[in-house]
C-alpha cells in the first residue's frame, strides 16, 4: 500500500531564512505529488503539485517543489520564509490515472517561524 | 476559482445524536470526498462519490454514512455520534477541468460531549 511521510512533526525557522520541508513516498510506480498548506482552523490550501514533465516545480506564495525519483522524495522548499508562512503542511500523493483517485496524505509537518 | 462550501464551522452534538455535515459546491464537478483530520493521524478519507447517488468507502467509514442526491451536495451522515468522533472534518471535491487535484472546504470541527 501506498504511504507517505513527513519525517518532521515540527520545524522552527528564523524569519528570512531558508525553509525545506522533506516527503518521501512509497509507491509501486510514480505518483502524483502534491503538497497543501493549512492556516489554523483553516481548510487546506494547495500549493503546488507536480504531475509530470519539469521535476522543479514552482506553487503559490514563492514556495517550490523538487521531485528525485531516485530518493522517492518531494521535498518543498522556499527560499525566504515570512512570518505568515507559519501553518501545517501536508505532502499527499495519488494514484496516476486512477479516473477518481483518492489522495494519501503525510501526518504534516507544523512550522514555526521565529522573529 | 473552485469553491467549497461546508455548512457549519462548529458543532457540538450530544452522544447518540443524528448529525449531518454538508458540502456544497457551486459547479458541476463530479467527485466529491470527506476526510477527517486528527491530530498525528493527518487526514483520512471517510467516504467519496464520483456522481450522484454513487459512493465508495474510503480508509476509515466506519460509523459514517454519505449522501449524494444532487450533483451540487454530499453529505455527511453520523447515524449515533459518538465521543470518538470528535474531530475536525473536510470536504474536498476534485474538478472536472483540474483533474487528480482536489480542493477543500474551510472544515468543520465538530465536538461530540
Known amino acids: 500500500a501506498q504511504s507517505v511521510t513527513q519525517p518532521d512533526i515540527h520545524i522552527t525557522v528564523s524569519e528570512g531564512a531558508s525553509l525545506e520541508l522533506r516527503c518521501n513516498y512509497s509507491y509501486g510506480a510514480t505518483p502524483y505529488l502534491f503538497w497543501y498548506v493549512q492556516s489554523p482552523g483553516q481548510g487546506l490550501q494547495l500549493l503546488l503539485k507536480?504531475?509530470?514533465?519539469?521535476?522543479l516545480v514552482q506553487g503559490i506564495k514563492g514556495f517550490e517543489a523538487e521531485f528525485k525519483r531516485s530518493q522517492s522524495s518531494f521535498n518543498l522548499r522556499k527560499p525566504s520564509v515570512h512570518w505568515s508562512d507559519a501553518a501545517e503542511y501536508f505532502c499527499?500523493?495519488?494514484?496516476?490515472?486512477?479516473?477518481?483517485?483518492?489522495?494519501?496524505f503525510g501526518k504534516g509537518t507544523m512550522l514555526l517561524v521565529s522573529p | 476559482d473552485v469553491k467549497v462550501t461546508q455548512s457549519s464551522r462548529y458543532l457540538v452534538k450530544r452522544t447518540g445524536e443524528k448529525v449531518f455535515l454538508e458540502c456544497v459546491q457551486d459547479?458541476?464537478?463530479?467527485?466529491m470526498f470527506w476526510y477527517r483530520q486528527d491530530p498525528g493521524l493527518g487526514l483520512r478519507l471517510i467516504y467519496f462519490s464520483y456522481d450522484v447517488k454513487m459512493k465508495e468507502k474510503g480508509d476509515i467509514p466506519e460509523g459514517y454514512s454519505v449522501s449524494r442526491e444532487k450533483k451540487e451536495r454530499f453529505s455527511l451522515i453520523l447515524e449515533s455520534a459518538s465521543t470518538n468522533q470528535t474531530s475536525m472534518y473536510l470536504c474536498a471535491l476534485m474538478s472536472s477541468r483540474d483533474t487528480d487535484t482536489q480542493y477543500f472546504g474551510p472544515g468543520t470541527r465538530l465536538t461530540v460531549l
Open positions: 507536480y504531475f509530470s514533465g519539469d521535476t
Open positions: 459547479m458541476d464537478h463530479e467527485n
Open positions: 499527499a500523493v495519488a494514484p496516476r490515472n486512477s479516473g477518481y483517485s483518492t489522495l494519501t
